[in-house]
């Protein structure tokens, strides 16, 4: 068997880890050793100093849902009073808010809607693509695309391809949590299966979407299980590279039905060590700071991440289960400069935009 301090330096090279080594790593590896794994992985993947980051917004259009997660507390059941959908004009007016706060990308998420059709979105992404052409639609997720697929008897490549005519460009990798059976049943019992999920984006990415993946973590899952899940992702990502980033975060517990403790800030660390080394076809990883604040998100960047998501102008789902942490501009590049690294925007697709002035240059 390999030592740990062999496993660690091959997977720092971008060495591939097996499922069972991927597991000690997690369980056994000191964690500053990790991180310092995870960074040179980084660095050597990504040289220099760049950071970056996207403007964006996610507009949460519905909180009808017919899934109902445990661990969710932003969702309403069908006709429950405090259910709620916006009209296409209130999700205009929030995309114009941000872009004139120019954003360059829109996240429009919500719960799984059976009264809303595919037309529904088909209208509205028209008039995002056609208003805002310089914001990109990143939008839905799994979830309700199958929810769209279900309710209008279509397959989910038809969905997407008329999603995708309409004007969204890429596909959130939500609803993922942890890809696993049992855990599936546990917390999103209505939610469909891990096949299912992968089989979803790997649709999205035939028809040349670029995705991302999530991981929730923090529930009720095992260590072994947060490496099941990436594996699954590594598979789907070696048949068709589709995957631009992954974005662990961890679960909020505080308001929902499910309840639990929220994992601590080392944990977080690991967890985002352990998935640049097993993720070794993964471009990118994003420190999600929305659930562990910005502080943490800032120790992110030396344990492999090299990019640090989006200012998330509105958003209600992870607020709705507990979490107070908002971002400026301002606030994401300051983080970013007292890291030692530089703050870029990016795109959806990860182009650098260097003709959008930073806002701490101002
Ligand atoms: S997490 Fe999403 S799918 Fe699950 S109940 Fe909440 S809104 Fe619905």
């Given at each position: 068997m390999s030592s740990l301090a062999n496993l660690i330096d091959k997977a720092a090279t971008g060495g591939r880890l097996s499922f069972d080594e991927g597991v000690r790593l997690y369980r056994e590896g000191d964690?500053?050793?990790?991180?310092?794994?995870?960074?040179a992985?980084?660095?050597?993947?990504?040289?220099?100093?760049?950071?970056?980051?996207?403007?964006?917004?996610?507009?949460?259009?519905?909180?009808?849902?017919?899934?109902?997660?445990?661990?969710?507390?932003?969702?309403?059941?069908?006709?429950h009073k405090e259910g709620h959908t916006m009209t296409h004009d209130m999700?205009?007016?929030?995309?114009?808010?941000?872009?004139?706060?120019?954003?360059?990308?829109?996240?429009i998420q919500g719960g799984v809607n059976p009264e809303i059709g595919l037309e529904w979105f088909e209208r509205l992404f028209r008039r995002v693509a056609a208003e805002y052409p310089d914001v990109d639609i990143?939008?839905?997720?799994?979830?309700?695309?199958?929810?769209?697929?279900?309710?209008?008897?279509?397959?989910?490549?038809?969905?997407?391809?008329?999603?995708?005519?309409?004007?969204?460009?890429?596909?959130?990798g939500a609803g993922a949590e942890i890809l696993v059976e049992r855990v599936r049943k546990r917390i999103s019992a209505r939610k469909i299966k891990p096949d299912a999920w992968l089989g979803v984006m790997r649709e999205a990415q035939l028809l040349g979407m670029p995705t991302t993946a999530t991981m929730m973590f923090g529930s009720i899952e095992t260590e072994e299980e947060r490496i099941e899940h990436m594996n699954?992702?590594?598979?789907?990502?070696?048949?068709?590279?589709?995957?631009?980033?992954?974005?662990?975060?961890?679960?909020?517990?505080?308001?929902?039905?499910?309840?639990?403790?929220?994992?601590?800030?080392?944990?977080?660390l690991r967890v985002l060590a352990i998935s640049r080394l097993y993720l070794d076809n993964f471009p990118h990883l994003q420190a999600s700071w929305l659930t562990p604040?910005?502080?943490?998100?800032?120790?992110?960047?030396?344990?492999g991440c090299d990019d640090m998501g989006g200012t998330i102008i509105e958003e209600q789902v992870v607020h709705d289960a507990g979490s107070t942490n908002e971002a400026t501009r301002r606030d994401l590049e300051k983080t970013i400069i007292g890291a030692g690294f530089r703050p870029v925007i990016r795109d959806t697709y990860w182009n650098l935009r260097h003709d959008v002035a930073l806002a701490t240059a101002s």
């Open positions: 964690l500053h050793e990790l991180g310092r794994a995870a960074h992985r980084r660095m050597q993947l990504f040289p220099g100093d760049v950071v970056t980051y996207v403007i964006d917004t996610t507009i949460n259009y519905t909180n009808v849902c017919n899934v109902h997660c445990t661990f969710c507390a932003f969702f309403r059941p069908e006709k999700v205009l007016e929030r995309v114009k808010f941000a872009a004139d706060q120019g954003a360059s990308q829109i996240m990143h939008s839905l997720s799994v979830s309700e695309v199958v929810g769209l697929s279900t309710v209008e008897g279509l397959p989910v490549r038809e969905v997407l391809g008329r999603l995708q005519a309409a004007g969204m460009k890429s596909l959130p699954v992702l590594r598979e789907l990502q070696d048949e068709t590279g589709g995957f631009t980033a992954f974005i662990p975060w961890y679960y909020v517990p505080f308001k929902t039905p499910l309840r639990g403790k929220e994992a601590m800030g080392l944990e977080y604040g910005m502080k943490l998100g800032q120790l992110a960047l030396f344990y």
